[in-house]
């Protein structure tokens, strides 16, 4: 299996920060890495295809980029309603797709 | 819009069996492959089956092999996740998510949208 390992766990920031999460594979997975949003008592939400797709809707202050084993997720400028769970998903392996373990962003 | 809306979860037994449904709108439903994943209390997400688009490929994570069984009705737009010899570690809010439209399951997919989740508690 491929193991998808997310830094930091937990992350105090405040508006208006720029915000960086990362997202560590266990091997090569190309570019085959996505990114979720999750708030409490929701389902996830798709931000981030291919590494560095944007899916349509998600706000522009949202970036990733990466390949091979690491990869980041980016905010530029947070925003109230960014605060969330956000996980990343290796889609190399499919159908054992793997998804890291979270990244909590609790407001400063 | 597009919609997943999922049912059937609940309070069961160990050992009991529960049968999850997952009604799909707003999209030709059978040109997608379809996954559920679930995510137990506090914890991360867990992709657990995926069906194709005809029924004909299905696949699972090892942890449910031989006891959960995914499948589809594209006439009725419904997915469906039978589970059997349910374990404590089974509970967990399980999410319907739309796959790729892809006929063959390549390396390049992801889920959108999720449906809102259902709730599965396995205790005596």
């Known amino acids: 299996d491929i193991q998808m390992t997310q830094s930091p766990s937990s992350l105090s920031a405040s508006v208006g920060d720029r915000v960086t999460i990362t997202c560590r594979a266990s091997?090569?997975?190309?570019?085959?890495l996505n990114w979720y949003q999750q708030k409490p008592g929701k389902a996830p939400k798709l931000l981030i295809y291919?590494?560095?797709s944007l899916q349509s809707g998600v706000p522009s202050r949202f970036s990733g980029s990466g390949s091979g084993t690491d990869f980041t997720l980016t905010i530029s400028s947070l925003q109230p309603e960014d605060f969330a769970t956000y996980y990343c998903?290796?889609?190399?392996?499919?159908?054992?797709?793997?998804f890291g373990q979270g990244t909590r962003l609790e407001i400063k | 819009e597009v919609q997943l809306v999922e049912s059937g979860g609940g309070l069961v037994q160990p050992g009991g069996s529960l049968r999850l449904s997952c009604a799909a709108s707003?999209?030709?439903?059978?040109?997608?492959?379809m996954s559920w994943v679930r995510q137990a209390p506090g914890k991360g997400l867990e992709w657990v089956a995926n069906?194709?688009?005809?029924?004909?490929?299905?696949y699972y994570v090892d942890s449910v092999k031989g006891r959960f069984t995914i499948s589809r009705d594209n006439a009725k737009n419904s997915l469906y996740l039978q589970m059997n010899s349910l374990r404590a570690e089974d509970t967990a809010v399980y999410y319907c998510?739309?796959?790729?439209?892809?006929?063959?399951?390549?390396?390049?997919?992801?889920?959108?949208?999720w449906g809102q989740g259902t709730l599965v508690t396995v205790s005596s």
């Open positions: 291919a590494a560095s």
């Open positions: 998510a739309r796959d790729t439209d892809e006929w063959e399951l390549l390396s390049n997919n992801w889920f959108d949208p």
């Open positions: 069906i194709k688009q005809d029924g004909s490929e299905k």
């Open positions: 707003g999209f030709t439903f059978s040109s997608y492959w």
């Open positions: 091997q090569s997975i190309s570019s085959y």
């Open positions: 998903q290796q889609s190399y392996s499919t159908p054992e797709i793997t």
